[in-house]
T-cell receptor, first 109, second 114 residues
Framework: GDKVKQSPSALSLQEGTNSALRCNFS?????VQWFLQNPRGSLINLFY???GTKENGRLKSAFDSKESYSTLHIRDAQLEDSGTYFC???????????FGQGTKLSIKP | DPKIIQKPKYLVAVTGSEKILICEQY?????MYWYRQSAKKPLEFMFS???????DNQTASSRFQPQSSKKNHLDLQITALKPDDSATYFC?????????????FGPGTRLTVL
């Protein structure tokens, strides 16, 4: 089965609303990264997490290694937030990221 | 200025031919990686290098050969190209291999095999 499961697979939001994306891990993840893939295809780093929480502007992310999940919260969604969000996990000393399937987020005016 | 450069941005090849995808990073990182993103699968890890040494190879085929001529270079040679090789290939780098090191990605090379 999938080692990194993302949900939902797609999400459509009205501008100004909030959303929560989630990743569940069936591996012993030690670090998690969140990326936004923009319409041009570039992968933009959003967060790099060891267990704990980080916040950056309207974005907030948490990683709980014991419960094997991570979340990404988007507050006051803007049109430029549209794209596909990926989480990726790394097991200790494996040197590779294992990606989820992505959440395609569409923001409507 | 872009910190991870991939060339070319787009590549069209015929079945059976050979191509080389170029990656250079100017972040001073010691570890470099290749990932592939196809329409049918999520981003998947291919190779990792640390100080120009191969650390991990998750590709099933020997048609994919990474080449590291310099510490900040990791090219990907693909031989006997097949239509199934069509994908976007991303190069990435991190300060160190394994442990706790954030990975940063280049803009990708979109390969189409006809």
């Amino acid at each position: 089965g999938d080692k990194v499961k993302q949900s939902p697979s797609a999400l459509s939001l009205q501008e100004g609303t909030n959303s929560a994306l989630r990743c569940n891990f069936s591996i012993a993840a030690t670090t998690v990264q969140w990326f936004l893939q923009n319409p041009r295809g570039s992968l933009i780093n959003l967060f790099y997490l060891v267990p704990g929480t980080k916040e950056n502007g309207r974005l907030k992310s948490a990683f709980d290694s014991k419960e094997s999940y991570s979340t990404l919260h988007i507050r006051d969604a803007q049109l430029e937030d549209s794209g596909t969000y990926f989480c990726a996990a790394e097991e200790y000393n494996q040197g590779k990221l294992i990606f989820g399937q992505g959440t395609k987020l569409s923001i409507k005016p | 200025d872009p910190k991870i450069i991939q060339k070319p941005k787009y590549l069209v090849a015929v079945t059976g031919s050979e191509k080389i995808l170029i990656c250079e990073q100017y972040l001073g990182h010691n570890a470099m990686y290749w990932y592939r993103q196809s329409a049918k699968k999520p981003l998947e890890f291919m190779f990792s290098y640390s100080y120009q040494k191969l650390m991990d190879n998750q590709t099933a085929s020997s048609r994919f050969q990474p080449q590291s001529s310099k510490k900040n270079h990791l090219d990907l040679q693909i031989t006997a190209l097949k239509p199934d090789d069509s994908a976007t290939y991303f190069c990435a780098s991190s300060q160190d291999w394994g442990g706790r090191a954030e990975q940063f990605f280049g803009p990708g090379t979109r390969l189409t095999v006809l």
